[in-house]
């Protein structure tokens, strides 16, 4: 096995399987995402420092401005023209304190134009660091081997038209997330509810059924029917504390005595209510929602990996566009899609 290097280790999937390290094209690739947020983060640690200075210089000029200000109200801040004839005219030093005004918005500009920088910088530098997180968090979970998915054929289209097929992609992309939302909170059948209602009724009325046993065993003049417990709370207030009092205690569940009751009211009432806001026109059992959602995540992670591949070659070419961080990490390294999603 090649040394160790400290971008090596990162991939290791964990220390008690080593063998387990990324391919050489996913690995490769890994390890330049890293780097890309180690320099991003130099170039943001960079712009902090001339950022803190400019802090120090604004508040320095906002002190003097100050100063000059208060001085001038309390007539402080004077000065002396020589005029003809010997005479000196003294009188508010107004040109002093413009000064000092015209230095502090000067210090002003440039802090905001620093900071502009800086959060730019940090935009950058957080994306890149969510991008590595959220891939390493993926790679640590991922049991056995990996495997290599086939590659994307390059796109053709250079400068503004590969901008273009990006965002297209990307486009995309979300209307296929918003279908798979779409597709998870479906509602079930009306058929499926009122088919777990009647389970449910079911079920309660079984632990509400009287024990008659007693009266055909033993002759018992009795009847039980079987006592839930109840826990019962009270706040009790005392002149000089208060607090909460609890309690137990037993009795038959009377919706649980219905059910047994009377099973078949209960069921129409519930599948009433069950008819009464059911939305059947767009609902999904389970199976065909399972079908819908993995026929969907196919074409996610397609349209992914042709991302993935316009990007590489938008970046190949220096043009301006950033990953995004949710990207699917499997469509990012071009790993099989064989190994599982990443759950967020």
Not at 18 to 28: E, I, T, V, Y
Not at 65 to 87: C, H, I, K, M, S
Not at 92 to 98: E, M, S, T
């Amino acid at each position: 096995m090649d040394a160790a290097t400290p971008a090596d280790l990162i991939v290791f999937l964990n220390s008690a399987n080593p063998g387990g390290k990324l391919p050489a094209p996913a690995k490769a690739k890994f390890v330049a995402l890293v780097e890309a947020r180690d320099d991003a983060r130099a170039l943001l640690m960079g712009i902090s420092d001339k950022q803190r200075k400019l802090f120090d210089k604004r508040d320095e000029a906002e002190t003097e401005f100050r100063r000059l200000e208060r001085a001038l109200d309390r007539g402080e801040l004077q000065r002396e023209e020589d005029l003809p004839n010997g005479v000196v005219r003294r009188g508010p030093d107004d040109p002093r304190l413009a000064e000092a005004k015209a230095k502090l918005d000067m210090a002003v500009e440039e802090l905001e134009r620093v900071r502009g920088q800086y959060e730019a910088r940090a935009t950058v530098w957080r994306s890149h660091a969510a991008l590595v997180e959220r891939v390493e968090r993926y790679l640590k979970d991922i049991p056995g081997r990996i495997e290599v998915a086939e590659p994307v054929k390059p796109s053709t289209a250079k400068g503004d038209k590969l901008l273009a097929e990006i965002k297209a992609s990307r486009s995309t992309i979300s209307k296929l997330k918003a279908d798979r939302r779409d597709v998870e909170t479906a509602p079930l059948p009306s058929s499926d509810a009122k088919a777990f209602a009647k389970a449910w009724v079911a079920a309660q009325a079984a632990t509400a059924k009287p024990r008659v046993y007693g009266l055909l065993d033993a002759g018992s003049t009795g009847i039980e029917f079987p006592n839930k417990m109840i826990t019962v709370e009270t706040t009790v207030v005392m002149p000089d504390a208060h607090g909460i009092a609890r309690g137990h205690a037993s009795a038959v569940d009377p919706v649980a005595l219905q059910c047994w009751l009377n099973p078949d009211a209960m069921i129409a009432a519930l599948n009433r209510d069950i008819g009464a806001i059911a939305a059947d026109d767009r609902a999904l059992d389970k199976a065909t929602r399972a079908y819908k959602i993995n026929e969907i995540d196919g074409q996610l992670l397609a349209n992914e990996r042709t991302e993935e591949a316009l990007v590489d070659a938008a970046l190949a070419e220096h043009l301006p566009v950033e990953r995004r961080a949710d990207v699917d990490p499997r469509a990012l390294l071009g790993l099989s899609d064989d190994l599982p999603e990443l759950r967020d």
